[in-house]
């Protein structure tokens, strides 16, 4: 039996648009993961269990239905992405390298009722449960709950006996949520981002116009699926292609991924792309099938995208977008990098495009207002179809971040007449390293907790592999002795990976501006000296 579609507006219902995909693209493969291959009917059948479980989960329940997603890449995470959808759901997805009071803090705020958990996970919701007052179930991708609290269920059970054939019959609307995000701050804790059915398959939709992404496509995902990597999936398997995914980077498994399985289209943060220019078999290993390589979260350097396109071809695209305007507000296409590099156009190579088809963007003064001219810096607000719906419960920044239709993205750029947007700096505190936003204040308030560190600052500074490092600035305390490896030790045990500083320098004092706060651009000035732009 297959379920009807109920509504003209099918179009903007993430719930019919998947069922439909699933059903149409049945026999073909969706994804491979290592030696699994799962084809779109598989994929069908099996979130159409785990959905018709969650839905009788919360019958007779009026609350919002919030289901937390927490695990690394794996076939289960894309069956839980998919229930949560057909269920009518709102999902909050949280990246896998997130510490333990990051996930806290998370589950806590965005009062998530059910989460779905993966093996690597399950020893610290174990010990957070008893914070997490919202959670009643949790749900985990292995087998060996028994000696965890009775809230606890593996997943093999939790939809055991639910049918596979059919999704479950609930009435969904294109402005209902289905997505809650979460963004980091410069002040504060993070702010859940909000989406609705309608935003996320505008999106969708969107990708498959900018990115070239179509039926024919081998894509390869290395990075996590809650980020980027998963709106470009989640679109590929709108159109029926098939994608490799895997739960981590590693170069030398990437190469044989692109031999083995034909890739055409990869995403990559510019740290990747870099490790594969330098990879010593780059010349010896067979490219030839890659057609696109998207990147974004992070500009190139324009002398290493000449490299690559030297070496690899015009095969690039590049995306700048955020959270609140996911990914696609401008992008500058593979013609533009080439026609950059035939009229040595150094300028061009380093913008970050166009405005993309459903975008626009227009450069203000940040203090009044209004629109710059040409060529002129101010703050870049962009629109789009899949602007955010608001802050999760926090009225004044939403007020504070929708300028009307405009989203206040809090990035300084400029736009020349041709309409290519370049990114100067950033008028938040936030450093992008290897395709990962850090929030500086995050880092600062943590290192200030060390013994023997009175103050700190934290900033981004040029880093060739990286993009941007993590720098950070520390005054230490009268009569106490502290070194770089003290610092970064520290931070090891208290923050994710790659928000932890990886150089540390020691000062007498911090500059200040008229107003008396630490005067952070002074600071960064002397590590960007002779850069064009603060940002990299």
């Known amino acids: 039996?297959?379920?009807?579609?109920?509504?003209?507006?099918?179009?903007?219902?993430?719930?019919?648009?998947?069922?439909?995909?699933?059903?149409?693209?049945?026999?073909?493969?969706?994804?491979?993961?290592?030696?699994?291959h799962l084809s779109y009917g598989v994929l069908d059948q099996q979130s159409n269990a785990l959905a018709n479980a969650l839905v009788a989960k919360y019958e007779g329940k009026e609350e919002e239905k919030r289901v937390a997603i927490l695990m690394e890449n794996r076939p289960e995470y894309v069956i839980s992405?998919?229930?949560?959808?057909?269920?009518?759901?709102?999902?909050?997805?949280?990246?896998?390298?997130?510490?333990?009071?990051?996930?806290?803090?998370?589950?806590?705020?965005?009062?998530?009722?059910?989460l779905i958990c993966g093996p690597d996970f399950v020893e610290i919701i174990s010990q957070l449960a008893s914070s997490l007052e919202h959670l009643e179930t949790v749900v985990c991708v292995n087998d060996d709950v028994e000696d965890q609290p009775n809230r606890f269920v593996a997943l093999d059970e939790?939809?055991?006996?639910?049918?596979?054939?059919?999704?479950?019959?609930?009435?969904?609307?294109?402005?209902?949520?289905?997505?809650?995000?979460?963004?980091?701050?410069?002040?504060?804790?993070?702010?859940?981002?909000?989406?609705?059915?309608?935003?996320?398959?505008?999106?969708?939709?969107?990708?498959?116009?900018?990115?070239?992404?179509?039926?024919?496509?081998?894509?390869?995902?290395?990075?996590?699926?809650?980020?980027?990597a998963g709106s470009f999936f989640r679109s590929s398997l709108l159109i029926g292609a098939t994608s490799v995914v895997r739960s981590g980077f590693d170069m030398d498994q990437i190469l044989n991924d692109i031999e083995q399985h034909r890739i055409t289209w990869t995403f990559m943060v510019p740290t990747m792309i870099y490790r594969l220019l330098d990879h010593p078999e780059i010349e010896s290993r067979d490219l030839s099938t890659l057609e696109t390589v998207v990147y974004g979260a992070a500009p190139m350097t324009p002398a290493r995208l000449t490299e690559g396109l030297d070496r690899l071809g015009p095969i690039f695209k590049q995306f700048y977008?955020?959270?609140?305007?996911?990914?696609?507000?401008?992008?500058?296409?593979?013609?533009?990098?080439?026609?950059?590099?035939?009229?040595?156009?150094?300028?061009?190579?380093?913008?970050?495009g166009q405005p993309c088809l459903m975008a626009d963007v227009k450069i203000v003064d940040p203090d009044t207002g209004e629109p710059q001219t040409p060529?002129?810096?101010?703050?870049?607000?962009?629109?789009?179809?899949?602007?955010?719906?608001?802050?999760?419960?926090?009225?004044?920044?939403?007020?504070?971040?929708?300028a009307g239709k405009w989203v206040r993205t809090g990035d300084i750029g400029k736009q020349d007449e041709q309409g290519y947007v370049t990114l100067l700096d950033r008028m938040?505190?936030?450093?992008?390293?290897?395709?990962?936003?850090?929030?500086?204040?995050?880092?600062?308030?943590?290192?200030?907790?060390?013994?023997?560190?009175?103050?700190?600052?934290?900033?981004?500074?040029?880093?060739?592999?990286?993009?941007?490092?993590?720098?950070?600035?520390?005054?230490?305390?009268?009569?106490?002795?502290?070194?770089?490896?003290?610092?970064?030790?520290?931070?090891?045990?208290?923050?994710?990976?790659?928000?932890?500083?990886?150089?540390?320098?020691?000062?007498?004092?911090?500059?200040?501006?008229?107003?008396?706060?630490?005067?952070?651009?002074?600071?960064?000035?002397?590590?960007?000296?002779?850069?064009?732009?603060?940002?990299n």
Not at 1 to 27: T, V
Not at 214 to 224: A, G, H, I, N, V
């Open 321 to 352: 977008g955020q959270t609140e305007i996911p990914n696609l507000i401008t992008t500058l296409g593979k013609e533009e990098h080439k026609t950059a590099i035939r009229h040595d156009e150094e300028e061009r190579l380093s913008s970050a």
């Open 1 to 36: 039996m297959i379920a009807p579609l109920s509504r003209a507006d099918g179009a903007f219902n993430l719930k019919e648009l998947f069922e439909k995909s699933l059903r149409k693209y049945q026999h073909r493969t969706a994804v491979i993961f290592d030696e699994i």
């Open 428 to 535: 938040s505190d936030v450093v992008v390293t290897g395709g990962m936003n850090v929030y500086t204040n995050e880092v600062e308030d943590v290192l200030a907790d060390h013994p023997a560190v009175r103050d700190v600052v934290v900033i981004g500074v040029p880093d060739d592999d990286w993009g941007e490092a993590v720098k950070a600035l520390v005054i230490p305390k009268d009569g106490h002795s502290v070194d770089e490896a003290s610092v970064i030790s520290y931070a090891d045990e208290r923050l994710s990976r790659y928000k932890k500083p990886k150089s540390v320098d020691f000062l007498e004092s911090f500059p200040k501006t008229p107003y008396s706060k630490v005067d952070k651009k002074e600071l960064r000035d002397a590590y960007w000296e002779g850069a064009e732009r603060q940002i």
């Open 81 to 114: 992405e998919l229930a949560v959808t057909k269920a009518g759901m709102t999902k909050v997805l949280l990246n896998s390298m997130l510490e333990r009071d990051e996930i806290e803090y998370i589950l806590n705020d965005s009062r998530a009722n059910i």
């Open 158 to 228: 939790f939809y055991r006996g639910y049918t596979e054939d059919v999704p479950p019959d609930v009435d969904v609307s294109p402005d209902d949520v289905v997505f809650h995000a979460y963004t980091g701050g410069t002040t504060g804790n993070p702010k859940g981002v909000l989406h609705t059915h309608r935003s996320r398959a505008m999106l969708y939709y969107s990708a498959l116009a900018e990115l070239d992404i179509s039926e024919d496509d081998r894509l390869l995902f290395t990075t996590p699926l809650p980020h980027s």
């Open 375 to 402: 060529g002129s810096p101010g703050e870049i607000l962009a629109t789009a179809p899949y602007v955010m719906e608001e802050y999760f419960e926090r009225p004044e920044m939403t007020r504070e971040t929708l």
